[in-house]
């Protein structure tokens, strides 16, 4: 049975004198500081992760390898980070976000460091692979679920920035192949990539906490607001009730096979058509900064004209987008579509949790975003080994792109016809 669920922030009317947006939490704001521990394991974690586009052809010569068995390292990573966020959502309802995102961390850390040891490419896609996504799924839901809990007028700028810290790793990627290259070889870049998420990755964890009414505040440090209830809003179960919910599931499952692809694909699909792997390679780093504009300017305006239709916005771009690079076939339209991409799928991520804490509340906000978010591990176990099949069968990319942007669109589709919360 569908059961309707109550927004977490009132809506604003020309009529209502009840509802008073806060000015912008103080600089004090215990809510920040959760904000940079997001940022920075998020950074540390997804930096690891995309950093395989910088050792893929590296990985390829060193294993005698093809180019789809080794995106099945980037697909087995994508995959196990959302698969496990279905645990580790509910356990950062109960036990609170520090301990699962440091273990995280931790485990990230440990599967760089193993992976530097790897002799075959089975080995390379249980430590590359399985443990790191393991570890980024301990760390990111319960890290963007605790933003969540402290934000409630200002979510989408809180959201989009602690969300940026997946942008600022996305930009390290060409940095990663300098290293490479620096250090004699994609192991020893592992060891230090390893080093560094350890210090950082779980510095970030230590600064989450779990909730304002835990430190006796006010949900975007508005000490005039009355408090909210910490029961706001259902539990898991309730909320996997609800058909609406099914319908946004499987909305963000089909809007992720296109936003999957470029992290894997993006570089090799420019050598394709001609640009130096040096400069492919930088369109991940545009890629990332487009999406750090993205994550901020569209998690602060989203906060003004409204979340959702924000959101939709930025899945609908992520399609046309996928179809712009079906169609690429030079350096300049790759690079306008890194930046462009880049900032749409931004806002995706961004407000991804933020949309979903606004229909379902924060009292679970935890286990729903974690469930929510086994829907993206699926399309990044199909999509990207998928693409790379599809390309070998058909000679190119632009086939295969433009059946994903097709999907793609369904999920728009369903994603628009989700009935609204009220």
């Known amino acids: 049975m569908r059961r309707a669920v109550a927004r977490s922030t009132p809506r604003r009317t020309p ?15 215990r809510g920040w500081l959760v904000v940079a521990g997001a940022f920075l394991v998020l950074m540390a974690g997804y930096g690891a992760a995309y950093s395989y ?22 697909a087995i990573c994508g995959c196990a980070a959302f698969a496990v966020s279905a645990v580790s959502g509910p356990l950062a309802d109960r036990i609170g976000p520090r301990p699962l995102a440091a273990a995280g961390m931790g485990l990230v850390a440990i599967g760089l460091l193993a992976a530097a040891a790897a002799r075959t490419l089975l080995e390379i896609y249980f430590c590359y692979g399985l443990v790191i996504g393991l570890g980024i799924g301990f760390a990111y839901v319960p890290a963007m679920a605790a933003v969540q809990r402290w934000f409630v007028a200002w979510r989408g700028l809180a959201s989009g920035m602690a969300a940026a810290g997946i942008g600022v790793g996305t930009a390290l990627v060409p940095p990663a192949a300098w290293a490479a290259a620096a250090l004699d070889g994609w192991r020893m870049a592992f060891v230090a990539a390893g080093i560094a998420v350890a210090v950082v990755g779980i510095g970030g964890a230590l600064l989450l906490a779990e909730s304002p009414e835990r430190y006796g505040e006010r949900c975007d440090g508005d000490a005039a607001a009355p408090a909210l209830p910490t029961a706001e809003g259902p539990g898991l179960a309730e909320a996997l009730r609800c058909r609406s919910f099914w319908l946004y599931y499987a ?10 692809l470029p992290f894997a694909h993006l570089a090799q699909s420019a050598t394709d058509v001609g640009m130096p792997r040096t400069e492919a390679l930088a369109l991940l780093s545009l890629l ?18 409204g979340r959702e239709a924000t959101f939709l916005g930025c899945s609908t771009a992520v399609v046309g987008l996928t179809a712009l690079w079906a169609l690429a076939d030079s350096h300049l339209l790759l690079v306008a579509f890194a930046v462009g991409f880049g900032a749409a799928y931004g806002g995706f991520v961004a407000l991804l949790p933020a949309v979903t804490a606004d229909r379902f509340g924060r009292r679970g906000v935890g286990g729903v975003i974690g469930v929510l ?8 176990l199909v999509a990207a080994p998928a693409l790379a099949l599809l390309t070998g069968w058909t000679g190119g990319y632009a086939l295969p792109l433009g059946m994903m942007a097709l999907v793609g669109g369904v999920g728009v589709a369903l994603l628009a016809i989700v009935p609204r919360s009220s």
């Open 53 to 74: 586009a910088a050792f893929a052809a590296e990985l390829e010569e060193a294993f005698g390898a093809s180019r789809a068995s080794v995106s099945m390292v980037y």
């Open 373 to 380: 978010f086994t829907g993206r591990g699926i399309a990044l």
């Open 15 to 29: 009529s209502s004198h009840a509802w008073r947006r806060p000015a912008p939490p103080p600089l004090l704001f």
């Open 288 to 305: 990332g900064i487009g999406s750090i504009i993205g994550r901020f300017a569209l998690g602060a305006v989203a906060d003004e004209i």
């Open 251 to 260: 909305g963000t499952l089909l809007v992720s096979m296109p936003i999957s």
